[in-house]
């Protein structure tokens, strides 16, 4: 009995040692994700201080998200060879000091090299994170520590928009990066006191790096290619010419990833309907949020002439929409199946990114969005759902690893392309290039819908958590 007493106070220790270890590399996701969004407001007052055009401003969020997924199988790999703990701390470590580099910029290539950084140091620590979530919980401690981890990160999505308009018209543009130096400071001494000292896990294995070089130079050779389109035409030489160099770099990745010992991802797995279709709905369903985040901030700050705070509290309908949006689709997905709530998000997406496209003025716009939001909400869970549902135990992580990347892509392809449409009105001209972007938005979005009829009918079995960001 009294072994049993002296046996309880170190469980409990560490139970608790162990949750405060989630709730610091929590912190660290949360804000991982939202330097993806809480830019897009400051994006009109950095482009006035350091006189940027839209081209450059376009890359502040697409460099950060092209590094992010571009890297983050190797992030995951380099976790698995090297250990857990050391590529946390490091990656954590590049993030806040590039987040204070990218703070101090005083000219465009100092900010965008500041946001590449960013994006390795995030493509180093997010997977390596979620493997010492994976790792320290078990069983339903297991789905409750992944569970609290994607709300966290879902959130952070949401929550960037309100935080940038309050920081960029309060201290200023610069607080959106500076506010990550003290916290990832902080985190960062209490990860190297708290994260468990660890040898690397299985068989060592060498690190695919011409595979990342050659996924993340494709990835930013297409997403070059679309945003010049605005200015050069998509039709013209140039585009072309860039668009199908970017393809023929894809098809050297996938020669690499069919050749090499350890491939940075088995590309087989892609051949599943259900991967396939997970993939392709979270690619779309994030470049159509962050395209209507994108053109609804200069919509209101540019051409309305609102202010970076009006405008963050007018993007937080269109935040709570999100959630709602996924906590819906999180109750009916296990009766309707993802198909179901693919299809139905798509198309409430596409009657939201309509409105504007067909009527002018901010109340319209803001209703327009947060009604889109509420369908891209749901299709998050619908493509968590449809890539998970039917796979093995060993490959899950795997196939939340090439979910995550092509959730940054969307991400950086979704500004570039609404960018190029709505050049004109971006730059400062009428509202026309507003009025196509969100008709394109709108058509992608129905289009996505009727794809997703191609998509299979998979309910999500006991224990799979839904990721909804």
């Not at 001209?429 to 998509?455: D, E, K, M, N, Q």
């Amino acid at each position: 009995m009294s072994a049993q007493a002296a046996d309880q106070p170190e469980t409990t220790a560490a139970d608790t040692r162990r949750w405060r270890m989630l709730a610091l590399l929590g912190v660290a996701q949360f804000m991982l994700i939202l330097d993806v969004t809480v830019v897009v407001i400051a994006l009109p007052d950095i482009g006035a201080d350091l006189g940027l055009q839209r081209e450059t401003l376009t890359w502040v969020v697409s460099a950060y998200t092209l590094m992010f997924g571009g890297l983050m199988l190797l992030g995951g790999r380099a976790a698995d060879l090297f250990g857990s703990r050391r590529v946390v701390l490091l990656g954590l470590l590049v993030f806040t000091v590039a987040s204070l580099v990218t703070g101090l910029a005083a000219d465009a290539e100092m900010l965008i090299g500041g946001r590449v950084a960013q994006g390795v140091g995030a493509a180093m620590l997010s997977p390596a994170a979620l493997s010492v979530v994976t790792r320290s919980f078990h069983g339903e401690e297991r789905n409750k520590a992944l569970g609290i981890w994607s709300a966290l990160g879902g959130s952070g999505f949401a929550i960037g928009v309100l935080l940038g308009g309050v920081l960029t018209a309060g201290p200023g543009w610069q607080w959106v990066f500076y506010i990550n130096v003290p916290i990832g400071l902080v985190v960062l001494v209490a990860l190297a006191r708290m994260l468990p000292a660890e040898l690397p896990q299985g068989a060592r294995a060498r690190l695919d790096v011409p595979g990342a070089i050659l996924v993340t130079a494709a990835t930013g050779m297409a997403i070059y290619g679309l945003i010049n389109a605005g200015d050069r035409g998509w039709l013209s030489a140039v585009t072309l010419a860039t668009l199908a160099g970017a393809v023929v770099l894809y098809v050297l990745f996938a020669v690499v990833q069919r050749t090499v010992r350890s491939p940075l991802m088995d590309l087989r797995i892609l051949t599943r309907r259900s991967v396939a279709g997970g993939t392709f709905l979270i690619l779309v369903a994030t470049a159509l949020m962050l395209a209507v985040f994108f053109l609804g901030s200069f919509y209101l700050q540019h051409y309305k002439g609102y202010g970076a705070l009006r405008t963050g509290l007018l993007f937080l309908p269109v935040a709570l929409a999100t959630v709602i949006g996924t906590q819906i689709a999180g109750h009916v997905v296990g009766r309707l199946g993802g198909r179901t709530v693919a299809m139905a998000g798509l198309a409430i997406a596409a009657l939201g990114t309509a409105v504007p496209a067909f009527w002018d003025g901010s109340a319209v716009v803001v209703t327009g969005i947060s009604v889109a939001a509420v369908g891209i909400g749901a299709t998050f869970v619908a493509a968590s759902t449809t890539a998970l549902g039917q796979i093995a135990h060993h490959e899950a992580g795997l196939a939340s690893g090439l979910l995550s990347t092509f959730h940054e892509f969307g991400a950086a392809l979704g500004v570039a392309v609404v960018s190029s449409i709505a050049a004109a009105s971006i730059a400062g001209g009428s509202g026309t290039g507003f009025t196509r972007g969100f008709a394109f938005a709108a058509i992608v979005a129905a289009a996505s819908a009727v794809l997703a009829l191609l998509i299979p009918a998979v309910k999500p079995p006991a224990g799979v958590q839904l990721h909804a960001h």
